[in-house]
């Protein structure tokens, strides 16, 4: 009898181990995808979602951060939407999202461009600004870019070995560049969890460089009001690109809601809060309100 329960306390212990394990390797598998954009964050973790064309698409904060500039810079160019969408179905597939220091042979950046073909320095493609530009430097040179298939024109500026790998990235591409660029309104939520100091200035820097000139006016904290920063967008698409950019980049700037065309979206440390109804104002102006 003894030792029947002997075998039966090892069984449900070796048992248990076996779960241990199987959970350990679980939980260090979605890390590492994870870490390496090729899932999306999970409901507990700071996160964005964009939605748009009946779909909706969930990013980390980096990847947010990153999307922004990307599609940001389509806007100052004067590019249309489509560009950013050719552009993200690019990163989506290259690195997911990410600015790899590391790639095949030489590649490096968001977009893997190679020093050694001409792209610039490793220092310069690091420089999500500067690699997005050469990015699109080179997606204008192709003919019929505006209206080629979008797999089809992402491999003539990449000249990738997997000619075919940008098809997948199209629909989520689509619903970031759509948002992102202000031609979906309202359609970006996101959480941090606890934001990071107010930071308004640093705000200005990263809608200026992104988007270009902009009328901004900030506003310091007072004993009992908060730091605003109010941008004069001058048409309601470039409004709802800025709105988009201060709220996907909201955790790392202490942004606490952000007010355009009479729609509000205030951050909420433990949900994806939504736009409500706010203070009627111009549909080109931009109201961004930071943590106290």
């Known amino acids: 009898m003894a030792t029947d329960r002997t075998r039966a306390l090892r069984s449900v212990g070796c048992l248990g181990l076996a779960v241990l394990v199987l959970v350990g390797l679980a939980v260090g598998g979605f890390a590492l995808l994870r870490s390496r954009g090729m899932v999306e964050p999970a409901p507990f973790q700071p996160r964005c979602v964009a939605a748009a064309n009946d779909l909706s698409v969930t990013v980390s904060p980096d990847q947010s951060h990153y999307t922004a500039i990307i599609t940001g810079l389509a806007v100052r160019r004067g590019l249309s939407p489509r560009a950013a969408s050719i552009a993200m179905a690019t990163v989506y597939q290259e690195t997911g999202i990410r600015n790899l220091d590391h790639g095949d042979r030489d590649s490096v950046g968001l977009f893997q ?3 050694s073909q001409g792209w610039g320095s490793v220092e310069e493609i690091m420089d999500p600004h500067y690699s997005t530009g050469r990015f699109y430097d080179a997606l204008v ?18 000249r990738s070995g997997y000619p075919e790998a940008y098809r997948d990235h199209v629909p989520d591409a689509r619903v970031l560049a759509s948002v992102y660029t202000g031609q979906s309104p309202a359609a970006l939520r996101c959480s941090y969890g606890e934001l990071d100091a107010a930071d308004a ?10 988007l270009g000139d902009l009328d901004t006016t900030t506003t310091d904290a007072g004993e009992e009001t908060p730091a605003t920063l109010v941008v004069q967008a001058g048409d309601t698409d470039l409004a709802w690109a800025v709105a988009a950019h201060a709220v996907g980049n909201g955790g790392r700037h202490g942004v606490q809601s952000v007010e355009t065309g009479g ?10 809060a939504d736009w409500l109804p706010g203070p009627a104002g111009a549909q080109d102006s931009v ?3 930071f943590a106290g």
């Open 201 to 210: 200035e640093g705000l200005v820097d990263s809608l200026t460089t992104t």
């Open 263 to 272: 729609l509000t979206w205030s951050h909420d440390e433990d949900a994806l």
């Open 141 to 158: 040179q192709v003919d019929g870019w505006e209206s080629g298939d979008i797999n089809d024109v992402a491999q003539e500026v990449q």
């Open 287 to 289: 109201t961004i309100t």
């Open 113 to 115: 461009q190679r020093p």
